[in-house]
T-cell receptor, first 110, second 112 residues
Framework: GEDVEQSLFLSVREGDSSVINCTYT??????LYWYKQEPGAGLQLLTY?????DMKQDQRLTVLLNKKDKHLSLRIADTQTGDSAIYFC??????????FGAGTILRVKS | DSGVTQTPKHLITATGQRVTLRCSPR?????VYWYQQSLDQGLQFLIQ???????AKGNILERFSAQQFPDLHSELNLSSLELGDSALYFC???????????FGPGTRLTVT
């Protein structure tokens, strides 16, 4: 099927690392994405990884890709209260459209 | 700010009506995508245009149509509106056909 799956909720303490997991379906996906959505706002592209990479680091964000298991994770180091949001994993299918997961609500406790 | 603009920000209309949502892509982007976000369906791809031509269709209803104009802005037309069409409609753009997509702030449509 087309389902991209994510855990629905994650709660962490400020300063800790957050790890949000995702499994996708299409081994031919060119790009895999992480988007952030704050309440009442649009989707902010956080980072993306090409399917031929295993890891990508961008400041506090680390993306790990396990192609064999079709597993993608987003690690946020030193999580801050401003990181509280919904995080969406998405895969590109058929060369162009994005298929999104249901989103993971990240709650950061101070 | 992604550089993608959408108007209007909010739209309230009645069942049976027709509305037009507008999107301006980032400067230089040729590809425009439309997505619908609703509580029950999540984020769903509707349709893609590339340099004025339709490239891909997703779960777009027959009552919905879109086009991309020569200046590359795009419009999504929703007609015979039903209560279930209430959702956030996002436009995204990318440089080409297989590149990262940047999303606009969305148009929140409420059908009463």
């Amino acid at each position: 099927g087309e389902d991209v799956e994510q855990s629905l909720f994650l709660s962490v303490r400020e300063g800790d690392s957050s790890v949000i997991n995702c499994t996708y379906t299409d081994s031919s996906s060119t790009y895999l994405y992480w988007y952030k959505q704050e309440p009442g706002a649009g989707l902010q592209l956080l980072t993306y990884i090409f399917s031929n990479m295993d890891m990508k680091q961008d400041q506090r964000l680390t993306v790990l890709l396990n192609k064999k298991d079709k597993h993608l994770s987003l690690r946020i180091a030193d999580t801050q209260t401003g990181d509280s949001a919904i995080y969406f994993c998405a895969e590109s299918k058929d060369g162009n459209k994005l298929v999104f997961g249901a989103g993971t609500i990240l709650r950061v406790k101070s | 700010d992604s550089g993608v603009t959408q108007t209007p920000k909010h739209l309230i209309t009645a069942t049976g009506q027709r509305v037009t949502l507008r999107c301006s892509p980032r400067s230089g982007d040729l590809s425009v995508y439309w997505y619908q976000q609703s509580l029950d369906q999540g984020l769903q791809f509707l349709i893609q245009y590339y340099n004025g031509e339709e490239r891909a269709k997703g779960n777009i209803l027959e009552r919905f149509s879109a086009q991309q104009f020569p200046d590359l802005h795009s419009e999504l037309n929703l007609s015979s509106l039903e209560l279930g069409d209430s959702a956030l409609y996002f436009c995204a753009s990318s440089v080409g056909l297989v590149y990262e997509q940047y999303f606009g702030p969305g148009t929140r449509l409420t059908v009463t």
